[in-house]
């Protein structure tokens, strides 16, 4: 079994930082793409940044110059560096991994529990 654990969350005012983390555990043999997602009271969830194992990354263009992921694959940890935080960045933000568990062949989608950020004055 795989969790994945997001810590980092809380209230900040805008034009605050944050920086969120996320550790991956359990039975892995490896992980590919790591990633942040987010989602708002009454709004679908969204892409906000991934990263590949070699270090590729993407964003949401609402994000671009503002936040910044990065992981550590030795400890299985994923980070998102939120700068220049908006009210319109609140929401919960997921982290997610692609995981290859020991004793299989293939790829499996996890989901942390969530993390609160909220951007209010």
């Known amino acids: 079994q795989v969790q994945l654990v997001e810590s980092g969350g809380g209230l900040v005012q805008p034009g605050g930082s944050l920086r969120l983390s996320c550790v991956a555990s359990g039975s892995i043999f490896s992980i590919n793409t790591m990633g942040w997602y987010r989602q708002a009271p009454g709004k679908p969830r969204e892409l906000v940044a991934t990263?590949?194992?070699?270090?590729?990354?993407n964003y949401a263009d609402s994000v671009k110059g503002r936040f910044t992921i990065s992981r550590d694959n030795a400890k299985n940890t994923v980070y998102l560096q939120m700068n220049s935080l908006k009210p319109e960045d609140t929401a919960v933000y997921y982290c997610n991994a692609d995981v290859v568990a020991r004793g299989t062949a293939y790829y499996t989608h996890y989901w942390g529990q969530g993390t609160q950020v909220t951007v209010s004055s």
């Open positions: 990263i590949r194992s070699g270090g590729s990354t």
